[in-house]
């Protein structure tokens, strides 16, 4: 599929697919007779799992780093391993902390309900 299909379906821009491209997260990136891009479904998962790790707090260069061991292959399965693993801890931990502020945030809420009531 092309740019503009590929870009509608995972929710990133062209632009940003192809800064991703420069960047490394995307490689081998097959391209038709006319040179455009032509995106698979193994791109679209991928940039898929992009999305979900950006959206989830982990920085472009741990993505990077991750991206690169991918390209090495499976001979770095425990590295890829330990860095999910260490997202997920910072991820965890930082849920904990925003379900802090929500349930302070409740508390002020039931206050203001209960003193509007009364």
Do not use: C, P
């Amino acid at each position: 599929m092309n740019i503009k299909r590929f870009s509608e379906l995972v929710g990133v821009s062209a632009y940003t697919l192809r800064y991703y491209e420069k960047v490394g997260l995307l490689r081998n990136i097959k391209r038709d007779a006319s040179g455009h891009r032509f995106y698979t479904q193994s791109d679209i998962e991928w940039v898929r799992f992009i999305v979900r790790l950006k959206d989830t707090g982990m920085e472009l260069e741990g993505i990077k780093q991750y991206a690169d061991l991918r390209e090495v292959g499976d001979g770095t399965l425990q590295q890829r391993k330990q860095l999910l693993e260490q997202h997920r801890t910072k991820l965890k931990s930082d849920i904990e902390f925003q379900l802090a502020h929500l349930k302070a945030l409740d508390g002020k809420i039931a206050f203001y309900e209960e003193k509007i009531s009364s």
